[in-house]
């Protein structure tokens, strides 16, 4: 069983014609609950930032407006995946084999990614070169 979890979610955009990435948040999860409560917390975090509620009133009237339809909806994907019961345990039964999750979604301009990984499954990667290697 795989106890401990590295989360991260980042956002990757262009600049100068590079792809760059902007750290949003890291997270070494000791269990599994906390690393799965964590990437559905940023799943919303991320949706709630890039899609506020226009009726909240730290809003002036009219600072905010709709996007075109043609605009991918990545807030409510993220809030779908957030809220998928079927989702979360896929990514839990991942998790639990020790294989690396990533959920990811964008739109004209940004990738927004969450990968999550054992600590485990990280750790025994590192000593695999070192026990392929003949003892002379």
């Known amino acids: 069983m795989h106890d401990?979890?590295?989360c991260h979610v980042t956002a990757y955009g262009a600049c100068d014609g590079r792809?760059?990435?902007?750290?949003?948040?890291t997270y070494r999860?000791?269990?599994?609950a906390l690393a799965l409560w964590w990437l559905r917390d940023r799943a919303?975090?991320?949706a709630d930032r890039l899609d506020p509620d226009p009726e909240n009133p730290v809003f002036p009237a009219g600072a905010l407006v709709p996007v075109a339809g043609t605009v991918p909806d990545v807030p409510g994907l993220l809030r779908a995946w957030?809220?998928?019961d079927g989702q979360q345990e896929l990514v839990a039964n991942e998790l639990a084999a020790g294989r690396l999750v990533r959920i990811a979604t964008s739109d004209e301009t940004t990738e927004y990614e969450l990968l999550a990984e054992s600590v485990d499954a990280l750790r025994?990667?590192?000593t695999l070169p070192s026990l392929a290697v003949p003892v002379a």
Do not use: K, N
């Open 82 to 84: 957030a809220g998928d």
């Open 19 to 25: 792809r760059i990435g902007v750290p949003l948040g």
């Open 4 to 6: 401990e979890f590295l």
């Open 44 to 46: 919303s975090w991320i």
């Open 124 to 126: 025994m990667q590192r």
């Open 29 to 32: 999860a000791p269990t599994l």
